[in-house]
């Protein structure tokens, strides 16, 4: 029996309008997941770690939906034997580079202590006095200042994620830690980072406690020439200042123009002492004749042609001891700028931050001392690692300029 031919409908063309919906809900859908696995470009880190910073972001305490934590103490030069004074602001973020690096490559949350330690030599803006009586809490809360009036939090966690010890975050840390028992805290001293990390003992803890080191945190980082070692440059903590000291330096490079800088350290770095026979040395013999006018001038003439802006950082208490300068530069301090400053700014260790972002700012800037062998310095003394005392040299010779 022979089936009857049925015929097929022709089909119906498709609407050019459908098309271009689905073409136009294609290429969305592509910008959004290229969005989602893109990293920052413009990060001054390199691809590993910003590779590290997703991996932060992604990285829970199995079984506890918490992330894992990594603690110094409360104190940037804590644990050590310095812990009732402290050193310099520059000195301190050495040893919070240590810490955090060693939070990135554990890819831990690092807990941030919620206030910095003033050291008074370098605090002109004056510390409060302390009285006699007073509570070895009330002279730390007088000998310092907020880290977060120093550093964007924010802007840190961006690169390795932190929160501040005084936070509802932390000690719901602590608590979660104590209840986990074994599994929740360790506290460790003499353990290298590579076995916090390689050792499942440690790395599956919810919180590694370092503060039974006896050593401080720049001593755990003394081996910072390894260049392979050095996870942050130095100039990512600078970087990272609070956000009114990054506007307040923007607002003064705006008004500075085209300029160079210059940082001139010596208060603190010219000191000498006596040998035996009465005969004053020095740690730095050059330097205090190297960052004189004169031989300042002499010095930076070959980088920094006659007639430019020359904004200046220094220590120096000395007044109009840069006078000199002007005869080639016009010379400009941050004391130029105090209705900028004056409303922002209660310690050294602010105005030092703003100042060091306008020096980062300059078409020159010309160091102290080497930080690095690219680096346009004042002086060729070197600026650690001097443990010879020598005779200060003031006289010029064939390698002052």
Known sequence: MAFPRISKAKPKPRSPILLLVVAI???????????LVSTDESSPLSSKSRENVVKFKEQKHPGT????????????????????????????????????????YLQRTFVMPSRMCINPIHNKKGILHQAINASSEDRWAASSCTMDSLYDMDLVSETIPVILDNSKEWFQ?????????ARGVAHV??????????????SDLLLINRT??????FME???????????LPYSFLPSMAAKKMRDAADKIKAQLGDYDAIHVRRGDKIKTRKDRFGVERSLHPHLDRDTRPEFILCRIRKWVP????LFIASNERTPEFFSPLSASYKLAYSSNYSQILDPLIDNN??????????????KTFIRTFKEDETDLSLTDDPKKNTKVWQIPVYTADDKTC
């Open 173 to 181: 840390v602590l608590s979660t830690s104590m209840k986990l028992g």
């Open 212 to 217: 039974a080191s006896l050593l401080s945190w």
């Open 189 to 202: 001293e003499a353990v290298s980072r590579v076995d916090l990390k390689k050792n499942n003992r440690y």
């Open 65 to 104: 939906g918490h992330e894992r934590y990594l603690y110094w103490g409360s104190r940037i030069d804590c644990p050590g034997k310095h812990c009732e004074s402290c050193e310099g602001l520059g000195h301190q973020e050495s040893s919070l580079r240590c810490a955090l690096e060693e939070a990135m």
């Open 349 to 362: 260790y602010q105005l030092f931050m703003i100042e060091r972002l306008i020096m980062m700012g300059a």
């Open 221 to 231: 980082c003394k081996d910072r020439n390894n260049r392979s070692a050095i996870m």
């Open 25 to 35: 809900t294609a290429i969305a859908l592509l910008f959004l997941l290229s969005s």
């Open 306 to 309: 006659p007639g430019r802006t």
